[in-house]
């Protein structure tokens, strides 16, 4: 019916996927719907942006029959820049190009691969290969991977062979250009991953997979769902993440740019472009009961997870907990409800989802998530003074974790749902005879707000200073904390509101402390490269450098600054935190200033200067007060 289609022409804009250009293509209508069928080119490139700056271009030419890819296809992307230098050949501009582009090639039969294909990513420059960045070549029949293939990548090159089946088999090794020699080896018998051999710095180490035939076999993807499963049924004392496979990211680097492709092929016409490398796995069934006892854990770990999340993230809670006992006690237990049972059955529930939990054992799996052994219905955390508390939760004696299957998963789930639903319970009852106004409320998110935006400031600026700024980073630290412990164990008083408002200036000044103190001594090393000059040495026939102004430098490094420290690590506090910032910024502004300043007369007065508080006055640091913060 198809055939006696009138044929329509198309030559105009048009955008597939991300990729708008010029396309020129024949289709039909058939019963409303579009139809390719005949040659198809999409296209562009743009010469002006190239010259101004930057152009990326592309090029999908092929011949579609019955919405079908089929014969020969070509695909082409490319990033270039240019020097804009023309030259003029056979009355044609030539201009140069630099860049990247990458190329496909190779036979469609209805959507799907035929023959051989070659995908290629070349770096061009002067608008010659100047290196092939990545290759890859694979045999296909039908859409099935034949026989040897292929694939350049980083400096590496994989080569491996499949079945007439498309089933991996025999040797797939990976070498490295840098390493002279086998990086990588992986063993295939007809599909199965036998073992796989690593050679790391001269080291060779051995993982054993799949090593004795079972029973029921099923095929599946080669993909990241199946490294999943070789991660727990690796037999090796010194476990390897997959992931991190030089192979695994020869091949993905592979699929990224046949999913490029086979992404621009499903937008046009009915294709299966992307090449499936097949292999074989264990099958463990899941009965019916199995299957419905896995859907029930995902509705509880969904409810524990929301339970968990919404009591650690709650503000109230985090207040609360500081002065309560009890609250900080059972926000433990919530912790480790999410670290021992709530995040492992996760990880299980990643394999019920992708739909690989019956191709791993489920005793090997448990074992896989819970390594250290599965968590017990006494959930035990530390108390004060290193006095452990022990937690059961409700109906403790009806849960046994003992076996190894999913009946067993289905109950740690369970026990942890209703553990942390009777907490909530508590937790609620406490916040409710704590309700607070709502202007209590949204104040203490700010506090919270500002002492975590603190804590992290001192935790990522501390180990990028020496050591004598440690004091002052840990005064800071230990003055917030006080503070904040003071704030919590107040009555809900105008006091306490008035305390809140001043810990939200205190713990932004204390904030902007932190950071003045970090870059303390890159201020430093300004100051003393800004108070030498070039002198000429007739002595050396050179010119060198000379420190200039002394006493101003001595002064500001030998008791200023080391004065300003001081105060910070004896007497700071939410008072004269500001003070102190704008002391700290100011010094180095008027350093800055005095270093173009006839200082003359100051330098006199710095004669044998040792008092912090004179200095200070000299550099007329006290009319400036707290500015500059």
């Known amino acids: 019916m198809i055939a006696h289609c009138q044929v329509i022409s198309y030559k105009d804009s048009l955008k597939v996927g991300k990729y708008k250009g010029m396309a020129d293509f024949q289709y039909k209508m058939v019963e409303n719907d579009t139809v390719l069928d005949g040659p198809f080119q999409l296209q562009r490139s743009n010469l002006g942006a190239l010259l101004a700056k930057s152009d990326y271009s592309f090029l999908f030419k092929g011949v579609f029959k019955d919405n079908y890819p089929n014969g020969y296809w070509k695909f082409q992307f490319g990033e270039f820049q240019s020097d804009s230098i023309t030259q003029v050949l056979d ?3 030539i201009l140069n190009i630099t860049g990247t582009q990458e190329e496909a090639e190779g036979i469609l039969n209805n959507g799907k691969p035929d023959g051989t294909w070659t995908i290629t990513k070349n770096r061009i420059k ?5 290196e092939v960045l990545f290759k890859s070549a694979i045999e296909f029949n039908n859409g099935v991977p034949q026989k040897s293939f292929r694939i350049e990548s980083e400096g590496t090159t994989l080569v491996g062979r499949f079945l007439r089946n498309g089933l991996a088999h025999d040797e797939w090794t990976l070498y490295s ?3 002279i020699g086998v990086v990588e080896r992986w063993y295939f018998k007809d599909g199965r991953l036998e073992k796989i051999e690593l050679n790391t710095d001269g080291e060779n180490k051995v993982i054993n997979l799949y090593q004795s035939r079972v ?3 099923k095929i599946i993807t080669l993909d990241d769902n199946y490294l999943k499963i070789l991660d727990v049924v690796q037999q090796s004392q010194d476990t390897f993440n997959l992931s991190q496979s030089a192979i695994n990211k020869s091949l993905a680097v592979n699929a990224a740019y046949y999913g490029k492709i086979d992404g621009v092929l499903s937008e046009l016409g009915e294709s299966a472009f992307y090449p499936e490398f097949k292999v074989k796995v264990p099958y463990y069934p899941i009965d019916s009961l199995e299957s419905k006892q896995m859907d029930s854990v995902k509705t509880l770990y969904q409810k524990s997870k929301l339970i968990s999340g919404s ?8 207040i609360l907990k500081m002065a309560d006992e009890d609250a900080q006690f059972l926000h433990s237990v919530v912790v480790a409800i999410s670290e021992n049972f709530v995040d492992p059955l996760e990880n299980i529930l990643g394999f019920h989802e992708s739909n690989i939990l019956q191709y791993v054992p489920i005793d090997e799996l448990i074992e896989h998530v819970w390594p250290n052994g599965k ?13 452990n508390k022990v937690f059961k939760g409700p109906r403790a004696p009806d849960f046994d974790f003992t076996q190894n299957n999913i009946a067993s998963i289905y109950k740690m789930a369970h026990y942890a749902t209703l553990s942390l639903d009777s907490i909530q319970q508590v937790l609620n009852d406490k916040l409710t005879k704590d309700k607070r106004q709502q202007e209590f409320i949204a104040l203490e998110e700010r506090i919270i707000a500002q002492v975590n935006q603190l804590n992290n400031d001192l935790d990522s600026l501390s180990d990028k200073l020496p050591l004598k700024y440690m004091k002052s980073f840990e005064k800071v630290k230990s003055t917030a904390d006080q503070n904040l412990t003071r704030y919590s164990k107040m009555e809900e008083t105008k006091e306490k509101m008035e305390l809140g408002r001043h810990l939200v200036r205190c713990f932004e000044s204390m904030d902007m402390l932190t950071k003045a103190l970090a870059q303390q001594p890159g201020r430093m090393q300004v100051i003393e490269e800004k108070y030498q000059d070039a002198i000429w040495n007739p002595f050396m026939a050179n010119i060198m450098n000379e420190e200039v102004k002394k006493r101003i430098t001595s002064a500001y490094q030998r008791v200023l600054i080391p004065h300003i420290l001081d105060r910070v690590e004896t007497e700071l ?3 004269n935190v500001e003070e102190l910032v704008g002391l700290l910024n100011n010094t180095h502004r008027r350093m800055l200033e005095m270093r173009d300043e006839d200082t003359s007369r100051l330098e006199r007065k710095l004669k044998r200067e040792q008092d912090p508080l004179v200095i200070i006055q000299l550099f007329n640091l006290e009319s400036l007060g707290k500015t500059e913060k």
């Open 215 to 217: 029973l029921d076999e």
């Open 311 to 318: 009591l650690l993230n709650n503000t109230q809670l985090t």
């Open 375 to 387: 968590p017990s219905t006494e959930i035990i955390v530390g108390g004060q003074e290193n006095e």
């Open 91 to 93: 009355y044609q501009y």
């Open 177 to 179: 250009e840098d390493d």
């Open 126 to 130: 002067d608008s010659e290969v100047d």
């Open 573 to 575: 506090n939410c008072d």
